[in-house]
């Protein structure tokens, strides 16, 4: 059985503007990946034409409280913040302090669909990941104000 | 960068999670640099066998074996192609609503982004060789064994170029040369090998047409070789062309220059086959270089030649060496079946004289002494013997 594997590429920038910074860079080009879009661009960033994807890895495993999947209710993960390059993920009274891990080697984000009549159709890489913000240390319970 | 202060939401799946909250539809592949996306572009699909073996990642030059490599931590990602570039938070999670009201400056320049939960595993790349002794079994089938033998029954054991990849999990690429390794021939577009029988027929008559017509075997003309050869052959001309292709090297689109070294090798396996006792060195020298074309007199044969064809060892009654015809051809192409014939022929081997017998097996991945290491047991440096059977 042969299924095709595509690759989404990203949509050109249409901003004019030099400060909004997505590039796609060659892969022929053994530069580092696009610098990543600000908070306030429009286009993400892109490495060798797919977006750039954001990877957190915990220990352990998440727990999605019971009826929030089903029934299709977004629930909150957490508040991540970065202070100092060091990126911190708060869930709900617990603090989890991480690091930021380069790769050796890239992920490709790849989501397999399948049609109506359950028949597989081609798989497609969304979206490329080189680092990943890894939380391997122990939580640190906080005290949240109530309000 | 993910920036600072960003609210992560979970996104459920509108299909049935997995036992671990993540999307099922989702999934990681490690490639091993970004350079294999480029490589990815021209051409890849995902090859899976039906026996549930591994699946492969196969690009136009190239082919992976895809290994499923487990983690028990959990993997959150955030798509940002997905996402809106609103930099308001959102109240519609669970957590009190006032929480956000009263957190002032703060909140209004917090980011929500929606992330999704992906299964603890990801694939790894492995590089994956063609099997060409599996391509050989695939092609044997329906092997050609000429026009008058030819039915419907034997045409459909023959697999397109687009079949062999998926049978063979391999790239184009490779396939291609795979099937010129093999000699492969092509019958309307389905591939096959010929017959031996019918190759050396094809053979001979090509090194007839040209001596009988004193042609240059360094410039001979395909157009020249199918109008002189002659017998049953000569209606075979795609059989004569192919032979020729394959026994030369391309001088032009339509001149060859023939290999010396495969016209030796076809006249000493000629010569040996007939033989049913050991042929004496000497002997079978002086008639090798007398069967040799008129146009090679100034070649003379090496015996090196002959190294994955026969056996050679001292006769005391003759004092002489003897060669015993042993083809590799003839051996089984399953490896273990060709290591138990080797043994059962001789005890213990020098790792030279085993090696020719061993090439047609040993994968582009591996090497002899790789191959010998799994399937024999090194008695002293250089000599190997049987395993023990288990």
Not at chain 2, 22 to 33: A, G, H, K, R, Y
Request: net charge neutral; glycine share 4%.
């Amino acid at each position: 059985m042969r299924i095709p594997f595509t690759l989404k590429r990203s949509a050109p920038s249409s901003s004019s503007s030099p400060s909004n910074t997505t590039s796609n860079v060659s892969p022929n080009k053994k530069s580092k990946a696009a610098s990543a879009a600000p908070a306030s661009s429009v286009e993400p960033a892109t490495v060798a034409g797919l977006t750039k994807c954001h990877a957190i890895e915990l220990n352990g495993q998440l727990v999605v409280p019971k009826g929030r999947t089903s029934e299709g209710i977004e629930t909150e993960l957490g508040l991540f913040t970065m202070e100092e390059g060091t990126p911190t993920l708060l869930v709900g009274t617990h603090e989890i302090k991480g690091k930021i891990v380069k790769l050796k080697k890239p992920l490709l984000l790849v989501r397999k669909k399948k049609s109506s009549d359950d028949k597989p159709l081609p798989v497609e890489a969304e979206g490329i990941i080189t680092e990943k913000y890894l939380f391997n240390g122990y939580p640190k319970t906080i005290m949240r104000e109530k309000h | 960068m993910l920036a600072s202060n960003t609210i992560l939401k979970v996104v459920p799946s509108s299909q049935r999670c997995g036992d671990d909250n993540s999307d099922p539809s989702l999934f990681f592949v490690e490639i091993p640099s970004l350079d294999f996306i480029q490589e990815m572009d021209q051409a890849a699909d995902l090859i899976g066998k039906e026996n549930g073996s591994k699946a492969a990642l196969v690009t136009s030059k190239k082919s992976f074996y895809m290994t499923k490599v487990e983690s028990s931590n959990t993997f959150v990602v955030v798509n940002p192609s997905s996402n809106s570039s609103s930099s308001s938070s959102s109240s519609s999670s669970s957590s009190s609503s006032s929480d956000e009201n009263n957190a002032g400056n703060d909140n209004k320049r917090r980011k929500v982004c929606k992330a999704s939960i992906c299964p603890s595993f990801h694939y790894e790349l492995t590089r994956k060789y063609l099997d060409v002794s599996e391509l050989r079994r695939i092609l044997s089938a329906g092997t050609y064994e000429g026009d008058a033998e030819e039915c419907p029954s034997k045409s459909s054991l023959r697999p397109t170029k687009s079949s062999l990849c998926v049978l063979l999990q391999t790239s184009l690429t490779e396939l291609e040369k795979g099937l010129s390794l093999v000699e492969a021939f092509d019958v309307d577009g389905k591939w096959t090998v010929i017959s031996e029988e019918l190759k050396n027929e094809a053979f001979e008559e090509i090194l007839a047409a040209a001596s009988a017509n004193d042609m240059n075997l360094s410039r001979l003309e395909i157009s020249s070789i199918l109008k002189s050869v002659t017998g049953d052959i000569s209606t075979e001309k795609d059989v004569v062309e192919h032979c020729l292709r394959n026994n030369s090297s391309a001088v032009s689109p339509d001149m060859f220059s023939m290999d010396v070294g495969k016209i030796a090798t076809f006249k000493a396996r000629k010569i040996l086959s007939k033989r049913s006792t050991p042929y004496p060195v000497k002997e079978f020298m002086a008639t090798w270089t007398a069967e040799m074309p008129h146009q090679t007199t100034s070649y003379v044969p090496d015996i090196s030649l002959l190294k994955n064809l026969c056996l050679s060892e001292y006769d005391g009654k003759v004092s002489d060496d003897v060669l015993t015809y042993f083809p590799s051809s003839n051996l089984p192409l399953d490896v273990s079946s060709r290591f138990k014939r080797l043994f059962e022929v001789r005890e213990c081997w020098n790792e030279d004289d085993i090696e020719p017998f061993l090439k047609d097996v040993v994968r582009e991945d591996e090497s002899v002494v790789q191959i010998l290491l799994k399937n024999a047991l090194l008695k002293e440096k250089g000599k190997w013997i049987a395993k023990p059977a288990s």
